[in-house]
């Protein structure tokens, strides 16, 4: 007679207790679904249990079908909670690491949704996770099914999570959650590197139907009974079995007190099949429980596994609980067949008392770093974020917290993005202060703390971060100053620092007195643009070349008034309003631009001469407004300057303006309103609150645009028009990311009569044109070294410059490890290797013509534009779909250039 045990599942009844009873310390008992805070100590169980507030934040309770709810069923099973949102909801147990523990998820279906929703054909299938590993899959297809999952663990850590994740459509819950401390010694298959998964626990022969769990096993293992099965009966003792001092398992004497026996024969036989035993692994461990129930007794036996002889006359002890069990994984087989036949000269059949199963659970995930999981855990904590942040924060990797980023190329997961603090992605603002945890995630890269409502200083900590790459402080509000390692990262490069629209942080080192004082500081940091940067190592050559360049620029323009400038402006504009080309422009009074801006609420950042604002149109279209209202000359100059060009200036990739104000001292420019920011922010894969997907056609169709701007300044304008300030954050993206060129607060006509304007230097480290730097004569050709450098950093996502490093500039960085003739390595790791090789080499040999030493290597920025779309032409065919339309946008673009230049209207400002 053989038997199997998969039809286990049906309810039954619990035994009552009449025992004095073993401890419940250390059992954590969860009645998920029950109300909030409530707890009660179960009838049968005598085992006290609480709803799960205070070890899961997110899901629904629920009541199952009051027709599954039978009196007899378990009052753990009657209610639940439920996960509709997120992939993967965690409970959080608090464990003593090193400890072993058992613990069980309980689940019955029991329509609690009314929607009769699982049955054979259509089961509800998720999956359970502890820690980051797949535990188990609970597949439900029947209503009234009790399903059980049980694991024995060693506890790595101080908490332990349990994993509901989504893996189709059915919505996980869960009924109960029990955790239970286990003798370190039992169990020892189980231990720190293997976790055992329960596959069966019956309880053989017993004289009631009822399953045993606590207080009878002091533990609270639940074994199933199995009964009246064909061919066998029970035989019994009402003695107490007994276990060894060392017992491996230490069953209980009520489940060891039964036992079945063959009627008939000599032979016991079972099986059970891998197939459909739900787990994915053939790897089994089985522990077969023996105790002789009969006095003078000699029974022996030899056990059978699948026809070959597992263990040899085996004879049970007397009133001794005893096992004979696995030490290795079984040999795989489909069906595990297993028989015990008398042996040598026994006169009685064999027996069984009871039987477990488990099967190792394999850890193939690597938990996060455990210094970032506690400072996360802290952020999390101190901000009482109740968003979907359960379980590790990394891993497994698709289930990492939503609007985290990891790297995962070292042993552990570590935290290197946190976006998620973003305040367009966050439920709700962050606030108090700047918790000091951030300073302990010591991978990360990028910190974005903008748009929440965080006030105090910001701590010195933050400065010592390894990796920091970004951080973003805007729109908070933060006091203090800007601590000075995070202001020298950021001068020097290394860092990308925003914090605008904090009304009392300033930037400077040690004094934040007046506002005027901080504004004037905050903007020189901002905006690292230099008059003059040392390149050359000898200083009293740059001094010389300084004060050389000084007294040729005052021979030029330099000492005009300001007052005089502003005049010749507004001549300048009174003329243009004749103009039937330049109806855009509008002038805007400053009570305009008051409710334009709401009187200036929203910061967008800093530009060369002052504040950048968000602001609305009457009819709702969104714009920039640049705003100068303090008096100091040189920000005016500036202002002055870039609504000079910016009003002779049209094309479809320079930023164009929409209007201006100019009353007083109140001076200001309304640009059309970029929403996706800076190339600087797009290359580097930041920007605030949206993630980009990189493609290489993507960046050639920004590069092209970019280079048409620049093209139109030097070719379209007459005179032309030097930007001298060309660089990643000076290039603009629209909401359909279309590049522009922005802030010509440095830029210079060239007269026509006259190739080459000296003048002081101007630009900003890494971008600057070394020869003009040397020679102080400005040519077209120095933006065309800029914008070589800006494909350096398209290909590379690199900064320009990397202090520190052994070749600090990029073109050398570049050219250096491009030696050996791989353009892989140089090519920036989010394109994941999707792009063509020869369209990047190409962009690589436009960048080093472009940023070659001598100017009149380099290429004009017609030949730049004519190279760059052969480049996507190589591109185009990767990828059809996309990059056909940059192509045809491209083409588009450069009729565009054609009209714009017809409708130049001829404008010379020394001519007044
Ligand atoms: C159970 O609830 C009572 C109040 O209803 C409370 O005093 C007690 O501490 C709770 N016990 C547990 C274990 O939470
Ligand atoms: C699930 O998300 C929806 C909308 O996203 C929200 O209304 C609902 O409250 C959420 N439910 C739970 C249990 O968190
Ligand atoms: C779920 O269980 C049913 C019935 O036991 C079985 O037929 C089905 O294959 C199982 N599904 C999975 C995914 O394990
Ligand atoms: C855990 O048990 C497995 C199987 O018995 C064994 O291979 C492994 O070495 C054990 N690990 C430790 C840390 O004892
Ligand atoms: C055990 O005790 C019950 C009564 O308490 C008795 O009916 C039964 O026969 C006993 N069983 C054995 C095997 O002695
Ligand atoms: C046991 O075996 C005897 C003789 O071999 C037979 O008469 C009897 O029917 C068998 N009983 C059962 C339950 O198989
Ligand atoms: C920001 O925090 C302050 C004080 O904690 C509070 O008064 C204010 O309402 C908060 N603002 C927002 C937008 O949450
Ligand atoms: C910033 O904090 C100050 C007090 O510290 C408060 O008066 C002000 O309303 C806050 N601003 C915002 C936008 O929350």
């Known amino acids: 007679m053989a038997f199997w045990f998969f039809l286990l599942l049906a309810i039954v009844s619990l035994s009552k207790v009449h025992a004095q009873l073993p401890t419940t310390d250390g059992f954590v008992s969860i009645d998920c679904g029950i109300s909030s805070n409530t707890n009660y100590t179960d009838e049968n169980t005598n085992i006290p249990y609480v709803s799960d507030d205070g070890f899961i934040d997110t899901g629904t309770d629920h009541t199952i079908a009051s027709n599954y ?35 069980r998820a309980s689940f019955m279906y029991g329509s609690y949704d009314g929607l009769n929703g699982a049955s054979p054909s259509n089961p509800l299938l998720f999956d359970l996770h502890l820690g980051v ?33 989504k893996t189709g459509s059915a919505t996980p819950f869960i009924s109960a959650l029990e955790l239970r401390p286990l003798k370190n010694t039992i169990y020892s298959y189980a231990n720190a590197t293997q976790n055992m998964v329960l596959l069966l626990r019956i309880n053989l022969a017993p004289t009631t139907n009822n399953l045993l769990r606590y207080p009878f096993d002091r533990y609270d293992r639940i074994w199933l009974p199995l009964v009246d099965q064909v061919g066998w009966t029970s035989i019994s003792t009402n003695l107490t079995v007994n276990n060894y001092a060392k017992d491996q398992f230490e069953a209980p004497s009520a489940v060891m007190q039964t036992a079945a026996v063959p009627v008939n024969s000599s032979t016991l036989q079972f099986y059970w099949d891998f197939v459909g035993s739900g787990f994915p692994d053939n790897e089994f461990y089985a522990n077969l429980h023996f105790s002789e129930l009969l006095p003078n007794t000699s029974r022996a036996f030899d ?50 008392n009871a039987l477990e199963v488990y099967t190792p659970m394999f850890f193939k995930n690597t938990p996060t770093d455990s210094d970032d999981v506690d400072a996360i855990i802290n952020v999390r904590v101190q901000y009482q974020v109740k968003r979907n942040w359960m379980g590790d924060p990394c891993s497994p990797k698709e289930y990492a917290w939503d609007g985290l980023k990891c790297s995962y190329d070292l042993n552990s997961p570590r935290i290197t993005d946190t976006k998620m603090f973003c305040r367009n992605l966050s439920a709700s603002a962050l606030t108090g202060p700047i918790s000091s945890s951030f300073a302990k995630l010591t991978a990360i890269k990028y910190l974005d703390l903008s748009y929440n409502n965080l006030t105090g200083s910001v701590p010195d900590v933050l400065g010592n971060l390894p990796s920091l790459q970004v951080l973003n402080l805007a729109g908070n509000n933060l006091t203090g ?25 300033c930037a400077s080192g040690n004094s934040c007195e007046t506002k005027t004082d901080t504004e004037s500081k905050k903007k020189k940091i901002a905006t690292p643009i230099i008059v003059i940067i040392c390149l050359v190592p000898v200083v009293l050559f740059l001094v010389a070349i300084f004060i050389f360049c000084r007294r040729r620029k005052s021979k030029g323009s330099a000492n005009i008034s300001v007052q005089a400038e502003k005049e010749r402006l507004s001549n300048l504009v009174k003329g243009h309003q004749d103009n039937p080309l330049q109806l855009d422009n509008r002038q805007f009074t400053y009570t305009e631009v008051l409710r334009i ?51 002779r200036i049209h094309h479809r990739n320079l930023v164009s303006m929409v209007g201006y104000c100019m009353e007083g001292d109140h001076l200001a420019l309304v640009y059309e309103y970029m929403s996706q920011g800076t190339l600087l922010d797009y290359i580097r894969g930041y920007e605030l609150c949206i993630s980009f997907v990189f493609s290489w056609g993507k960046h050639l169709q920004i590069a092209i645009e970019a280079a048409q701007g620049l093209e139109y300044l030097h070719k379209g304008c007459k005179p032309p028009l030097i930007h001298r300030d060309v660089k990643t954050a000076n290039i603009l993206l629209s909401e359909q990311l279309e590049a522009k060129i922005a802030d010509f607060g440095l830029s210079k006509a060239i007269q026509n009569d006259v190739t080459n304007v000296s003048t002081a230097v101007v630009g900003t480290p890494g971008y600057l044109d070394p020869e003009y730097y040397i020679s102080c004569q400005l040519s077209e050709k120095s933006d065309v070294y800029s914008f070589g450098v800006i494909l350096l950093e398209l290909i590379t996502a690199e900064p320009p410059i990397l202090i520190g490093r052994q070749n600090a500039h990029i073109v050398q960085r570049v050219h250096d490890r491009l030696a050996n003739g791989n353009i892989e390595d140089v090519v920036d790791s989010k394109l994941q290797g999707e792009y063509d ?28 534009v004519a190279e760059l779309k052969e480049s ?8 059809t779909t996309n990059n056909s339309n940059f192509y045809a946008e491209a083409n588009e673009a450069s009729q565009n250039t054609t009209i714009e230049i017809e409708r130049f209207v001829e404008f010379s400002p020394s001519a007044r």
Not at 484 to 493: F, H, N
Request: glycine share 6%; proline share 5%.
């Open 69 to 103: 709810a039978d009196s007899s069923l378990e009052k753990q099973l009657q209610t639940l909670r439920s996960f509709p949102n997120g992939s993967r909801n965690c409970y959080a147990l608090t464990v003593t690491p090193e400890q072993k523990y058992l613990v």
């Open 872 to 879: 996507l032409a190589l591109e185009c065919p990767r990828d």
């Open 303 to 352: 056990v059978y596994l699948s026809g070959e002889k597992w263990y040899a006359n085996y004879t049970p002890p007397y009133l001794m609980s005893d096992a004979i069990y696995s030490t290795a994984p079984l040999t795989p087989s489909l069906r595990y067949n297993w028989a015990l036949n008398s042996s040598g000269l026994s006169t009685l059949p064999p027996i069984l």
């Open 837 to 864: 090789v020869n369209s990047m080499w190409k962009v690589a040999d436009i960048a080093f013509r472009c940023t070659s030493q001598a100017s009149h290597q380099r290429p004009t920025m017609t030949d730049v």
């Open 133 to 165: 590993n797949f535990w188990t899959t609970v597949n439900i297809t029947k209503a009234s099914d009790v399903h059980r999952a049980e694991v024995i663990f060693v506890a790595a850590a101080d908490s332990a999570s349990v994993c509901l994740a």
């Open 597 to 647: 801006t709401n009187n200036f609420e929203r910061t967008l950042g800093k530009g060369g001469f002052g504040t950048v604002y968000h602001g609305y149109l009457e009819d709702g279209t969104q714009v920039a407004v640049k705003t100068r209202s303090e008096s100091s000359s040189q920000g005016t100059k500036e202002f002055l300057a870039e609504v000079q060009h910016l009003i």
């Open 481 to 505: 100053p800007i601590p000075a390692s995070l202001l020298k990262r950021s001068q020097q490069g290394l860092l990308i620092l925003r914090f605008e629209g904090n009304q009392n942080l």
